[in-house]
């Protein structure tokens, strides 16, 4: 089957209500799938839309964010770190604090606690680092789901410590053979799976992005990180300047962003992979001119395409912002200007980690610190008077390994070395 096949979604536009079920976002988004998921899409959309005005469902989420999952996430002044670079003050929201060590676990909770509503007892999701595959197992745990996660064989490879939470957790890893055995296969594979199980089965999506309604419905569910921030700055007083979030598939930065959106302040920034370079396969940044207008995974945005037009190769030191393509609404914003894109590079993002680690104590995702490493760029060319908020997406003692192997040099290879992983020295 072909899951890039092109059915043009008619617009219902009476079925819009802007700002939360958009369908399109501009040129973006829309619903290109094989016939035989309009059904359960229709049918996600419906309970979906009917959860969000249900008291129950509501307030059963939110007992779960906040004694499960942890919330609400602190905002932190990170004195030592504005005093080091001088200039605007530098805030960070740190939702690595949170159950699972990152912000997947706010729409994991909302979906898996939608399937359970829809009567659905069998969670499906592609995972590629491993985090969303996590959360999603974590979930269906606390919740009392059966669940399989679609990951490919070199991710698993490459990201064994969170196969073993997966595991650990009760879920089912199912390794993925096909194409380049990567995430984009393993949500191919999830799609393959769901267009034959839907009856029992929902399609546990981890970024905002996807066919409709899931770019909505992940944004909803991480709102809670941006409406969290925005009562913090009323009950602080503080004028921001500047919200800072790294993007993958651009649920962090969304949900960060949401409540800003339809607002000219602050400015919102959005930074992707740089990786090592400008070159094909090099990085993984899709806005500034890299990525081509497209259709992938049900979903029309901007891709990184080889010259056949097939999904192209990507590169990032850190798994989760290793994505060819950036969800639909980020991607308009970026084109009207709303939201602006920068990049940071491996080194950079590297020397942010260890930045934030000796100033202020904290381990940054080596994803979240693309965001730490552009804002350390823009505070000391901002006035002191100003104030900037960074979000640390998720905690990095995921990373120990690349971190260790970058940061620490000769003990840690010793130490590899010794346990018998010659292949990771
Ligand atoms: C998965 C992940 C990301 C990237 O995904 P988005 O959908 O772009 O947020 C960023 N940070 C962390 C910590 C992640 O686990």
Redesign the pocket.
Known sequence: MVWTQIHEPHRNEEKQVKGIYNDYFGDFGGRYVAEILRTPLDELERAWRESMDSDAYRSELQDLLVSYAGRPTPLLFAQNATRSCGGAQIFIKLEGLANTG???INNALGQALLAKRMGKGRIIAETG?G??GVATAAACAKLGLKCRVYMGEIDIRRQRPNVFWMELFGAEVVPVVSGSKTLKDAINEALRDWAGSSTSTHYLIG??LGPSPYPDMVREFQSVIGREVEEEMRRLGLEVEALIA????????IGFFAPFLGREKPRLVGVEAGGRGSGTGEHAARMGGFGTPGIVHGYKSLFLLDDDGQVGKTHSISA??DYPGIGPQLASLGREGRIEFTRASDDESLAAVRFFASHEGLIF?L??AHAGAAALEMAPEMPENRAIIVHM??RGDKDLFILAKQLAGKGWRDFLLQEGREDEA
Do not use: D, R, T, Y
Request: aromatic residues 0%; neutral net charge; hydrophobic residues 30%.
């Open positions: 990152a912000h997947k680092a985090q969303h970024s905002a790294c993007v993958g598939g651009g649920s962090n930065a989760g912002l995702a994803e979240s997406s998720g």
